[in-house]
């Protein structure tokens, strides 16, 4: 079955750096068929989207929040999506979630699969 598992969180001080991967496996085609996502959760705040990578053309978005300063990409083994995220603000404490639609969905669709996520502590 489909599985994500994202890595890479941890302390950061602010205006650093870390750069979170999500390992993805159980798909039946190449994981350039497939959207996958980054949403962060922050203690008392609903989940919001941070960036996709779309599968039909690998056209990648961004919440306007992070434009500039995160950045979504894939290994050429076509097993891992990174986020790296510079300048970070303490206001981006938050666990980092990846996550796919099911089948061959795009970025704006609803997400059928998720990680367990990374906790990501941007502090001084």
């Known amino acids: 079955q489909v599985q994500l598992v994202e890595s890479g969180g941890g302390l950061v001080q602010p205006g650093g750096s870390l750069r979170l991967s999500c390992a993805v496996s159980g798909f039946d085609l190449d994981l350039d068929y497939y959207a996958i996502a980054w949403f962060r959760q922050a203690p008392g705040k609903e989940r919001e989207g941070v960036s996709c990578r779309s599968s039909h053309d690998g056209s990648t978005y961004y919440a306007d929040s992070v434009k500039g300063r995160f950045t979504i990409s894939r290994d050429n083994a076509k097993t891992t999506v990174y986020l790296q995220m510079n300048s970070l603000k303490p206001e981006e404490t938050a666990v980092y979630y990846c996550?796919?639609?099911?089948?061959?969905?795009?970025?704006?669709?609803?997400?059928?699969?998720w990680g367990q996520g990374t906790q990501v502590t941007v502090s001084s």
């Open positions: 996550a796919t639609p099911r089948g061959l969905g795009s970025c704006s669709d609803e997400y059928d699969y």
